[in-house]
């Protein structure tokens, strides 16, 4: 049988049969929900998902996964083909419900396709979910607690817009070829941002100008925020009743 090939750029683990059974039972599909999956691969998760969910939208980059799936596509099952990252698809053709999202994600670009999921969320796409599988320490970073040492950037604004829930870990064996990391399932479960913010862009620059300078103070760590020339972090800091002299972490 013809097999097609990994193209190690994308960072391609395939999941093995028996933790498909696993992962498809934790997702739970039903048949009147639909689903956007991420980097379907050879269709490991995409033949079970399909055969229970009413519609399956998949993305897959890599263009010989993207026709081998077409190929073999049953009629609720439209295969996109480009980086999920890059493509409107979401926004061009709206879905008419709720839309659950499942994804076995490169670990190489797993950030940033969260952060697309919240963008997406907040831009009036439907999600309800986003059941992944992400590298465990990505995983531990999304579920830290306040005053952790993994407690970062990552937690505070992907929680800004998701509760974090992780359920269940998966060994390097659990993929072909085997990576060098252990993995998690987790699942992203959407809702309004809480607390609101009226700037999005101004929160994440805040958040990052802290968190990426955890050991500093407060007060030095916003010095990188550009809203500092406007009004001394100290000055912010005190207005707001917050110590300036506690440090991030």
């Known amino acids: 049988m013809r097999t097609t090939p990994i193209r190690k750029r994308f960072g391609q683990?395939?999941?093995?049969?028996?933790?498909?059974?696993?992962?498809?039972?934790?997702?739970?599909?039903?048949?009147?929900?639909?689903?956007?999956?991420?980097?379907?691969?050879?269709?490991?998760?995409?033949?079970?998902?399909?055969?229970?969910?009413?519609?399956?939208?998949?993305?897959?980059?890599?263009?010989?996964?993207?026709?081998?799936?077409?190929?073999?596509?049953?009629?609720?099952?439209?295969?996109?083909?480009?980086?999920?990252?890059?493509?409107?698809?979401?926004?061009?053709?709206?879905?008419?419900?709720?839309?659950?999202?499942?994804?076995?994600?490169?670990?190489?670009?797993?950030?940033?396709?969260?952060?697309?999921?919240?963008?997406?969320?907040?831009?009036?796409?439907?999600?309800?979910?986003?059941?992944?599988?992400?590298?465990?320490?990505?995983?531990?970073?999304?579920?830290?607690?306040p005053g952790s040492r993994t407690y970062g950037v990552l937690t505070v604004l992907i929680g800004h817009s998701a509760k974090v829930t992780e359920l269940f870990s998966l060994p390097p064996g659990a993929f072909r070829p085997a990576p060098k990391v252990h993995s998690t399932l987790v699942r992203l479960s959407f809702h309004p941002p809480d607390p609101p913010v009226r700037d999005v862009a101004c929160f994440r620059a805040l958040v990052e100008s802290v968190f990426t300078r955890r050991r500093k103070t407060l007060a030095n760590a916003l010095l990188a925020f550009p809203g500092a020339t406007r009004l001394a972090p100290s000055a912010a800091l005190a207005a707001a009743g917050i110590d300036g002299t506690r440090r991030p972490e």
């Not at 009147?32 to 079970?48: M, N, S, V, Y």
């Not at 229970?52 to 009629?75: C, H, K, N, T, Y």
């Not at 979910?129 to 590298?135: F, G």
Request: charged content about 20%; glycine content about 6%.
């Open 13 to 145: 683990h395939f999941l093995e049969p028996a933790w498909v059974t696993k992962v498809i039972r934790a997702i739970d599909p039903r048949a009147d929900e639909r689903f956007f999956e991420i980097g379907p691969g050879r269709g490991a998760l995409t033949a079970p998902l399909a055969a229970r969910a009413g519609s399956v939208v998949a993305f897959e980059i890599d263009r010989d996964l993207s026709a081998a799936l077409q190929r073999s596509a049953p009629p609720h099952l439209t295969v996109v083909e480009g980086d999920f990252l890059e493509s409107r698809w979401m926004l061009d053709h709206p879905p008419p419900a709720p839309v659950r999202v499942v994804g076995n994600l490169p670990y190489n670009v797993a950030s940033p396709i969260l952060f697309r999921l919240v963008d997406l969320y907040a831009a009036g796409c439907p999600l309800v979910d986003a059941t992944v599988m992400l590298q465990r320490e990505v995983a531990n970073r999304l579920a830290a607690r």
